[in-house]
T-cell receptor
Framework: ETGVTQTPRHLVMGMTNKKSLKCEQHLGHNAMYWYKQSAKKPLELMFVYSLEERVENNSVPSRFSPECPNSSHLFLHLHTLQPEDSALYLC???????????????FGPGTRLTVL | AQSVAQPEDQVNVAEGNPLTVKCTYSVSGNPYLFWYVQYPNRGLQFLLKYITGDNLVKGSYGFEAEFNKSQTSFHLKKPSALVSDSALYFCAVRDWSYNQGGKLIFGQGTELSVKP
C-alpha cells in the first residue's frame, strides 16, 4: 500500500465547505484513477487520467473536480457536497500501455469522507 | 454488456478448511481477470490476475484462482483458510469498451468470514 498514498485519511466537512483530497503514487505509473466506494455498492469509477490527460468522466456531478498536475499526483476538489457523497474515496494508479493493457491497478488506503 | 458477478454476499468458512469465493464474468474481448482483497478501513490490495496461459493462477497469501472459459468463471480458492483471511474480496475484469488502458469493472464484493 505504500506505493500509493492518500491524504487525509479521514475528512468531515459541511455542505458549504471546500476541501481537497490528495493522492500520490511512487510507482512510476502513467495513469491514475478516482473511485467512490459506498456501503453495499460496487466500486464506482469516477475519473481516469492517462498521461496527465483526463480520459474518462463517468457522469460525476460537477461538485467533484479532479486535477492531475503531473503523473505522480492526483487531486479531487470538493465543494458544496451532499450527505449522500459520504463514502470512501479510493485512488489507484497503473501503467497504461495502450489498448492491450494488462496492467494491474494499485490502490491507496482511501479517504473516509463524511458530509454533514 | 460487460459485467462481473459475485453471487455470494458472504462466505463463512472454518479455519483450516478450503475456501472458494465465486466470480463469473461477461466480456466482449479477451478476459483479463483480477482479484483484490480489502481489509477494514484499507484500500484494495492486488491478489492475482489471469491474462493468458495456465488456467490456474497463483497469487499472494496462498490464494489461487481457476480460470474456466466454458463456464466464464474465475473462482478464488485457498486450500486452508486462516482467520486473518477474513476480509472483503473483489473480482474485476478489464473493460474493453475503454481502449486507452486498464479500466476495470468490479463485482459487488464478497465478505469472507473465517471462524476459529
Amino acid at each position: 500500500e505504500t506505493g500509493v498514498t492518500q491524504t487525509p485519511r479521514h475528512l468531515v466537512m459541511g455542505m458549504t465547505n471546500k476541501k481537497s483530497l490528495k493522492c500520490e503514487q511512487h510507482l512510476g505509473h502513467n495513469a491514475m484513477y478516482w473511485y467512490k466506494q459506498s456501503a453495499k455498492k460496487p466500486l464506482e469509477l469516477m475519473f481516469v487520467y492517462s498521461l496527465e490527460e483526463r480520459v474518462e468522466n463517468n457522469s460525476v456531478p460537477s461538485r467533484f473536480s479532479p486535477e492531475c498536475p503531473n503523473s505522480s499526483h492526483l487531486f479531487l476538489h470538493l465543494h458544496t457536497l451532499q450527505p449522500e457523497d459520504s463514502a470512501l474515496y479510493l485512488c489507484a494508479s497503473s501503467q497504461d500501455s495502450g489498448s492491450e493493457s494488462t496492467d494491474t491497478q494499485y490502490f491507496g488506503p482511501g479517504t473516509r469522507l463524511t458530509v454533514l | 454488456a460487460q459485467s462481473v458477478a459475485q453471487p455470494e454476499d458472504q462466505v463463512n468458512v472454518a479455519e483450516g478448511n478450503p475456501l472458494t469465493v465465486k466470480c463469473t464474468y461477461s466480456v466482449s474481448g479477451n478476459p483479463y481477470l483480477f482479484w483484490y482483497v480489502q481489509y477494514p478501513n484499507r484500500g484494495l490490495q492486488f491478489l492475482l490476475k489471469y491474462i493468458t496461459g495456465d488456467n490456474l493462477v497463483k497469487g499472494s497469501y496462498g490464494f489461487e484462482a481457476e480460470f474456466n472459459k466454458s463456464q466464464t468463471s474465475f473462482h478464488l480458492k485457498k486450500p486452508s483458510a486462516l482467520v486473518s483471511d477474513s476480509a472483503l474480496y473483489f473480482c474485476a475484469v478489464r473493460d474493453w469498451s475503454y481502449n486507452q488502458g486498464g479500466k476495470l469493472i468490479f463485482g459487488q464484493g464478497t465478505e469472507l468470514s473465517v471462524k476459529p
